[in-house]
């Protein structure tokens, strides 16, 4: 089944504590990007890379981190989580450039940091 | 950027009901999805509809994007289709996909 999976689906932890959230796809899609969705924002954009070692930032960088090292996975790294990151998590993955194609869009992830 | 607005924000239906949810947006686009967020928080790709009418069972949709809008049609509403419609799309050599602020349905048996 064509899916891009995120894990894991919920997560609390500390201040400061380094996570990494994963996404992978099993679509050979080279576009691939994070979401971030909060009560009255809406759903912005962190980064996104348009193929293996390319990535770019987002609307809302500041904090995260990611890596294509492979064109299946593009984790989201956050180095020092501060609770201002509490929000619900998105990866998105397209086939070429996005342009002419539809995004698929992971479960999400539930991160609260105390 | 490119801007989406839609409407109605929330819409209230008894179950049966047929309902039409609006999307405008500010320039030409390439790419235009219309996603259900379940009460779940999960994201449900519904159509992808640069241009043209497609169905899926009760649901279709409309985009004229000479008009710069488009439309999603919910027929004989079941409580199943409760949730956040977002309108998305993108436009020009933007890759970022924008989103609009969504449409909360509640259906009611």
């Known amino acids: 089944e064509a899916q891009v999976t995120q894990n894991p689906r919920y997560l609390i932890t500390v201040t400061g504590k380094k996570l990494t959230v994963t996404c992978s796809q099993n679509?050979?899609?080279?576009?691939m990007s994070w979401y971030r969705q909060d009560p009255g924002l809406g759903l912005r954009q962190i980064y996104y890379?348009?193929?293996?070692?390319?990535?770019d930032k987002g609307d809302v960088p500041e904090g995260y981190k990611v890596s294509r090292k492979e064109k299946r996975n593009f984790p989201l790294i956050l180095e020092s989580p501060s609770p201002n990151q509490t929000s619900l998590y998105f990866c998105?993955?397209?086939?070429?450039?996005?342009?002419?194609?539809?995004?698929?869009f992971g479960s999400g992830t539930r991160l609260t940091v105390v | 950027g490119i801007q989406v607005e839609q409407s109605p924000p929330d819409l209230i239906l008894q179950e049966g009901a047929n309902s039409t949810l609006r999307c405008n947006f500010s320039?030409?686009?390439?790419?235009l999805q219309w996603f259900h967020q379940n009460p779940w928080g999960q994201l449900i790709n519904l159509f992808y509809?640069?241009?043209g009418t497609k169905q899926n069972g009760r649901l279709s949709a409309t985009t004229v994007a000479t008009e710069r809008y488009s439309l999603l049609y919910i027929s004989s509403s079941q409580t199943t289709d409760s949730g956040v419609y977002f309108c998305?799309?993108?436009?020009?050599?933007?890759?970022?996909?924008?989103f609009g602020a969504g449409t909360t349905v509640t259906v009611r048996a």
């Open positions: 998305a799309l993108r436009g020009g050599n933007d890759y970022k996909l924008s």
């Open positions: 998105a993955s397209s086939s070429g450039e996005g342009a002419f194609y539809g995004y698929t």
């Open positions: 890379s348009m193929n293996v070692e390319v990535t």
């Open positions: 679509m050979n899609h080279e576009y």
């Open positions: 509809i640069p241009s």
């Open positions: 320039d030409s686009v390439n790419n």
